[in-house]
């Protein structure tokens, strides 16, 4: 007889932002530069429930996230490190920031990005991980990495 895994008690907190990209060498029109309403939707566990029986407080996942997303990537262009001569040219012509990533900016390696390098950063010291992130480029299509 095998005994069911112990049940995990997760939280997940949406957030949303608009940002441009393109994937350089897209067989189709996402090689041009376009934008997207992303949804981000950040899951989090810890060892145990605080003193007020929550994982992590949703504002504080607001706080720290939210906070990283406005800063760097909303109303931003996200482009692969190998697109900076478009990076550049948007940057001498406009005040628009721009965030490159290892690889295309694809729903993919966002979530990957965030996962990896973002949110162990943001979360260490309050106990918890985020152990699940799904990032949607459109209603219709996401990414999931946990
Ligand atoms: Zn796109």
């Avoid at 939707?41 to 997303?69: H, N, T």
Wanted: net charge negative; proline share 3%.
């Amino acid at each position: 007889m095998t005994l069911p895994s112990s049940p995990r008690i997760r939280c997940t907190r949406r957030l949303e932002f608009d940002a441009a990209h393109r994937v350089m060498e897209h067989e189709s029109k996402c090689r041009h530069l376009h934008g997207h309403r992303y949804v981000i939707e950040a899951s989090f566990e810890a060892a145990e429930l605080d003193a007020l029986d929550r994982v992590i407080d949703f504002g504080v996942i607001k706080e720290r996230l939210g906070a990283w997303i406005d800063e760097h990537w909303d109303h931003a262009t996200i482009l692969n490190v190998r697109d900076r001569a478009l990076g550049d040219a948007i940057a001498a012509q406009t005040a628009q920031r721009i965030y490159y990533i290892e690889g295309n900016p694809t729903a993919e390696k966002m979530a990957e990005y965030l996962f990896t390098a973002i949110c162990p950063r943001l979360f260490a010291e309050a106990g918890v991980r985020c152990t699940k992130l799904r990032l949607y480029e459109t209603p219709n299509c996401y990414a999931d990495i946990q």
